[in-house]
């Protein structure tokens, strides 16, 4: 079953989040993963939420997105977005029906 990362990033150092970006999507790849959405314009349709920077990352299943995202090659890449944004990351197994 597919699992999702949903990021909502407020980047506060525009400089250190663009070494951030840089590197980042070579970890995300190597481990299946696949960018959904990044960035672009959003409109909040119903309640108070003001997303920012709004990033979703698709994987085969959670067992793929845990293992990128507690990875030593992602790990330094945590550290360095904490320092250049504020960010709320959720993952969730998708269900399809059909």
């Given at each position: 079953m597919p699992a999702y990362?949903?990021?909502?990033?407020?980047v506060t150092d525009a400089a250190g989040y663009e070494q951030y970006?840089?590197?980042v999507s070579a970890t995300i790849e190597a481990y299946g993963g696949r960018y959904v959405v990044r960035g672009?314009?959003?409109?909040?349709?119903e309640g108070?939420?003001?997303p920012r920077r709004l990033v979703i990352l698709e994987f085969a299943d959670m067992t793929h997105l845990n293992a990128w995202y507690r990875s030593p090659e992602y790990k330094p890449l945590i550290d360095l977005r904490q320092r250049?944004?504020?960010s709320t990351l959720v993952s969730v197994e998708g269900v399809c029906s059909s």
């Open positions: 990362l949903f990021a909502n990033v407020e970006t840089q590197r672009g314009a959003t409109d909040v349709l108070d939420w003001m250049t944004a504020k």
